[in-house]
């Protein structure tokens, strides 16, 4: 783990959304998704704003569309269920062609699905362009319990490690002719699951040892990063903009659903 | 799955996070008196392993597959404050590092999974045991039957919270129905999966089985800040 390594998670550049402290980056982040959640349903004209910012923020990260597109896998069940709201919401139905819509679901489940795909577009572009250690050391200069923060860097200093670990198994397994198919190849891959628990906790046991004896005592010295008023103006232009947008369409009764 | 952002409206997201903060600090204080002062690097390494056991797929059959949720499993292993703060651990990565689960939504996907699920699944569990505590063969049952309720257990809660605040009315009964028997099927999967687990780590190393300690002989490690006097 010694030699500099990229991250499968994180798309290497050198973007302004990159170089943003990440501390900051996430606090705009949040901020950002609140006013996206807490738009009313069916303001159209106001979730075509927000769109329009996520696209430029997508243009100037440097991060392939295609990327951003091909990571938003986690949302397409939700994606599903959005789509459904119209057929199964209660409340006053209208007929379109054969089938009877509720209004309220179509209205809801249009608002799902833009507010599920603008906020996790957001969240995707943030993951692409920060470094998990940097996540680790914002989260720490957020105050996040301590506990929490240690176990968070054990998690992603460790992630690689174990993920190969589940690689080598099932190549290990596949190489003897192992094909799992049916429920009846469970056995099998849940006593893969056990080993894989096995080794994980020794290796938790061994690492604890390795830092005692170096001298741990339960905190890890880190060295925050600083964000200078300029970069945290930066920052806030993104939810400022989404903020004036609520503000104008809450004001404005133009380009919303009736 | 992960409730997304916008899934539930502004106040229930805050007080779903409110209910979860309030878990993770109980659950600090807890996990040190599971692990003591191994709580970071093991917590660290079970988070990891939560998250990896969840990319072994599962075949059903007709193509499709699925993958374990893990509080149970989690907890009869590790015990159940530690299984909540990993699983918080790895809801928290999910969100911020893979973008799956809404940061607004943090706090629900911890009450409901690693609150609800974990801690609901670990009470049966140990009701299920109070049958025969000294029964080592009745750990993975009982496992099996927490793993099973805590998923529908889970879904009932989520179906709770969207009554309060969810995107579109729905008829509840409905929702609540199709909820619990939807993942009664997927609990079943998990109930099976935990067993199978829970019996493998059993036969090879039954003494860090949390819900096994009290059936073996625990040798703590003695760690030695000073070395002793050679004579």
């Known amino acids: 783990m010694g030699a500099p390594h990229g991250h499968p998670l994180h798309y290497h550049g050198h973007s302004v959304l990159h170089r943003t402290p990440v501390h900051a980056k996430l606090i705009g982040l ?220 809450v004001l404005l009764p133009i380009g919303r659903l009736p | 799955m992960h409730v997304p952002d916008g899934f539930l409206d502004g106040p229930t997201s805050v007080a779903t996070a409110g209910v979860a903060a309030v878990a993770v600090a109980a659950a600090l204080r807890g996990a040190r008196r599971e692990l003591d002062d191994r709580t970071a690097p093991l917590a660290g390494l079970v988070a990891v392993f939560v998250f990896a056991a969840q990319m072994i797929n599962f075949p059903v059959g007709a193509g499709t597959s699925g993958h374990l949720m893990g509080g149970v499993l989690a907890a009869v292993l590790v015990g159940p404050w530690t299984a909540t703060l990993a699983l918080t651990v790895v809801l928290i990565v999910q969100a911020l590092a893979f973008a799956d689960g809404g940061l607004t939504a943090l706090g629900t996907n911890i009450t409901l999974i690693a609150v609800v699920a974990v801690w609901i699944g670990y009470a049966v569990v140990r009701l299920v045991q109070s049958a025969r505590p000294q029964s080592r063969r009745l750990i993975p049952v009982a496992a099996a039957i927490g793993a099973l309720v805590s998923v529908p257990a889970a879904a009932l809660a989520f179906t709770g919270l969207w009554a309060v605040g969810g995107a579109a009315p729905i008829d509840l009964g409905l929702l609540a129905s199709t909820m619990i028997g939807w993942h009664t099927l997927i609990g079943i999967g998990e109930a099976v999966i935990t067993f199978l687990a829970v019996s493998a780590v059993l036969g090879a190393r039954p003494d860090i089985v949390h819900a096994a300690r009290h059936l073996t002989q625990q040798r703590p490690l003695e760690v030695r800040t000073t070395a002793e006097a050679s004579s």
């Open chain 1, 30 to 249: 949040l901020a950002f998704v609140s006013v996206i959640v807490l738009t009313p349903g069916g303001y159209l004209l106001a979730f075509a704003a927000y769109g329009v910012i996520v696209a430029a923020l997508v243009v100037v990260s440097h991060v392939p569309a295609r990327y951003v597109l091909g990571r938003l896998w986690p949302v397409v069940p939700f994606v599903g269920v959005a789509m459904l709201l119209p057929f199964i919401a209660t409340g006053e139905r209208i007929d379109v062609g054969a089938v009877s819509l509720a209004v309220e679901g179509l209205r809801g489940g249009l608002t799902l699905l833009l507010k599920v795909l603008l906020a996790a577009t957001s969240a995707v572009l943030f993951a692409a362009t920060t470094e998990p250690r940097e996540l680790v050391r914002a989260l720490d200069q957020l105050r996040l319990p301590q506990p929490l923060v240690q176990i968070l860097s054990f998690m992603l200093r460790y992630l690689e490690v174990v993920s190969d670990e589940v690689r080598r198994m099932s190549i290990a397994l596949a190489s003897r002719g192992f094909r799992a198919r049916s429920p009846k190849h469970w056995p099998v891959l849940a006593r893969t699951m056990g080993a894989l628990f096995i080794r994980s906790y020794e290796r938790g046991e061994r690492v604890h040892l390795a830092m005692v004896s170096r001298g741990y005592t339960g905190r890890m010295p880190m060295q925050h990063a600083s964000a200078s008023a300029r970069e945290w103006g930066t920052v806030a232009v993104v939810p400022v903009l989404a903020a004036l947008v609520l503000l104008i369409a």
